[in-house]
C-alpha cells in the first residue's frame, strides 16, 4: 500500500509541475538577439508594433519590390526566432515576394511572455500594420510553420486572406500534448489549446499544408486530419524522407510554395475558388 501511495503521489507532483511549467515548454523562446544587418537582405528593415499592453515588439519587413507583389507573413514554430527563419525562406524572398517575419512577444529580443490570447492579439496588429500600408487582402499569405499554423489558422478564420501555408500543422496543441505526454491528463491541464481543427473550417481560402512523414515532433496524423476537415480549394504535399524541420531542404517544398504563392497572390492570380 505504501509503495501505491508513494507512486501516486510522485504522479501527483509531476502532473502538478507539467501544468506549471507548460508554457515554458510551449514558449521557450530563442536563444540570442536577432541581428538584421546579418541576415543580407537588401530592403528587410525592423518594423515595431505597440502591443495593448504597452510591449514594443520587433518584426522583420521586406516590402514587396513589384507593387502587385505577394506579401507573405510568416510565423514560426516555438524554436529559435525571426532571424532564423530569413534564411530558411530566402527563395520565397528570391521569388520576389515580400515578407514580414513576425516576431513573438518572449522571442529573442522581444519582451512579454505568450499566452495564445496574446499571440493572437499581436498578429492583429501586424496584419492591421500591414493594411495601413496599402497591401490588400488578395496579396496577403499567411505562413504558419509548427506552432505558427495555429496562429496563420486563427488569422484566416477571422479575416480575408489570399491564401494560407502551413508546415508542419496540427489539429491542435492539446492533441499533439496527449501523444506525447500519454500518461498524464495533458489535454485537459492545457491552457492554451490552440484548436486549429475547430477553426479550419472557417477559412474560405485555398490552402497549401506541408508535412514530413517521418515527423515525430507533429505527426503526420495530426496534419492528414486537418487537411481532410479544411475545405476546398487544398492541396497537401508530403515528403516521405523529412522529419519536422528539414521540409525546406527539399527542392520540391520550396518549388511547390512558391507556385503556390503566385497562382493564388501574385500577377496573374487565379480568383477561382
Not at 507548460?22 to 521557450?28: H, N, V
Not at 505568450?114 to 498578429?123: M, V
Request: net charge neutral; hydrophobic share 45%.
Amino acid at each position: 500500500m505504501q509503495v501505491i501511495v508513494t507512486a501516486f503521489s510522485a504522479y501527483l507532483v509531476l502532473t502538478g509541475a507539467m501544468f506549471l511549467m507548460q508554457r515554458a515548454f510551449l514558449y521557450p523562446g530563442g536563444g540570442g538577439e536577432p541581428d538584421i544587418a546579418s541576415a543580407g537582405v537588401a530592403g528587410l528593415r525592423e518594423v515595431v508594433t505597440t502591443t495593448a499592453d504597452g510591449l514594443r515588439l520587433v518584426h522583420w519587413y521586406r516590402p514587396p519590390p513589384a507593387p502587385d507583389a505577394p506579401v507573405v507573413v510568416v510565423f514560426h514554430g516555438n524554436a529559435g526566432h525571426l532571424g532564423d527563419r530569413v534564411p530558411k525562406l530566402a527563395s520565397l524572398l528570391e521569388a520576389g515576394f515580400g515578407m514580414m517575419f513576425v516576431g513573438y512577444r518572449g522571442f529573442g529580443s522581444n519582451p512579454g511572455r505568450p499566452t495564445e490570447d496574446d499571440l493572437s492579439a499581436d498578429a492583429r496588429l501586424v496584419l492591421d500594420w500591414l493594411g495601413d500600408q496599402g497591401i490588400p487582402a488578395e496579396r496577403l499569405v499567411l505562413y504558419g510553420e509548427s506552432l505558427g499554423t495555429g496562429v496563420a489558422v486563427k488569422m484566416a478564420a477571422e479575416r480575408p486572406v489570399a491564401a494560407v501555408v502551413l508546415e508542419a500543422p496540427y489539429t491542435s496543441i492539446a492533441d499533439v500534448a496527449q501523444s506525447h505526454y500519454w500518461f498524464l491528463p495533458a489535454r485537459w491541464l492545457l491552457l492554451d489549446k490552440w484548436n486549429s481543427l475547430g477553426r479550419i473550417v472557417a477559412i474560405d481560402t485555398p490552402l497549401l499544408v506541408l508535412h514530413g512523414a517521418r515527423d515525430r515532433t507533429v505527426p503526420l496524423r495530426f496534419g492528414e486530419r486537418l487537411f481532410a476537415t479544411a475545405r476546398e480549394p487544398k492541396e497537401m504535399l508530403v515528403i516521405p524522407e523529412a522529419a519536422h524541420t528539414d521540409l525546406f531542404d527539399f527542392p520540391e517544398v520550396r518549388e511547390r510554395v512558391i507556385a503556390f504563392v503566385r497562382r493564388y497572390a501574385g500577377r496573374g492570380q487565379d480568383r477561382r475558388r
